[in-house]
């Protein structure tokens, strides 16, 4: 059952490895004025375990872009980066029931078991966001192999082994798991929805090198901000499926999600972070305002 809520908390949640664009402004909007309008709280939150891409120019750009923009939020701002010995726990307890396991392979060889399968690349099945379903390889290795090729040091990630993870969370649950969606999926999914996290199959959760995943992180964080409402885009409305199998394991509990659909250009393409002409801070210093960047996402321009 998703939480009663008298006091909504909601929240934005952006990866800095690049600049704000409008599609991020949209989705700021929506989480601040619904709080606004519900009277729940707004909270921000930094995804930054992407050690790589991550960079602290960008952090700072988010605070000012935000602000620029007329949002304001809770202090202080929550940061992924600060938190991996909390992912690293919830990767624990994932080990202790039995649902995650090593995976060693490697994408030549992954890419080698599909053409051996005699299901041609292109046939094989993918996720909603393209990605190929991993075939399973590694998946039941005898308990001695599996210490000797850790031994040896060979690069690895911890995959969900998503029938036994959903069939667990099932019965933790005490019967099929769903969510609930107060906005709408790409293909218009709205209402209370069955999960299908084999819509992802057995996904990466965590690396030998960076020890969570978007998965985990968001998951624990969600919890741990007591966020219940999450508006987000369209673009992650899939993997909300792989999140509710992940929460019922965690024990956590279960929000409320609104996805809004993504904000496009004059050609109907996504908008992505390469759209750099659409960038805020680019539109700021071309002398947009405020108003005119809402009036470009179809916002009504007063704040
Ligand atoms: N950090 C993610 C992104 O910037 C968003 C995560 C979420 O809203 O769940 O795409």
Known sequence: MPPTTPFPVFRFAPSPNGYLHLGHAYSAYQGAEAAAREGGRFLLRIEDIDIGRCREEYVDAIYEDLAWLGLSWERPVLRQSARFALYEDALKTLRGLGV???????????????????????????????????????????????????????????RLDMEKAKALAEEMAGGPLTFLEEGTGPKGETGRLPIEPELYGDVVVARKDVPTSYHIAVTIDDAAQGITHITRGQ?????????RVLQVLLGLPEPIYRHHALIRDETGRRLSKTAADRGIRELREAGKSPEDVRRLIGLEAAL
């Open 235 to 243: 673009d992650l409305f899939y993997m909300t499926h792989v999140h």
């Open 100 to 158: 995650v396991y090593p995976c060693f392979a490697t994408r030549k060889e992954i890419i080698a078991a599909i053409e051996d399968s005699g299901v041609a690349l292109e046939r094989w099945p993918r996720d909603p966001d393209g990605a190929l379903i991993y075939p399973g390889l590694y998946k039941d290795l005898p308990p001695r192999e599996l210490s000797r090729l850790m031994w040896e040091g060979i690069s690895y990630a911890w």
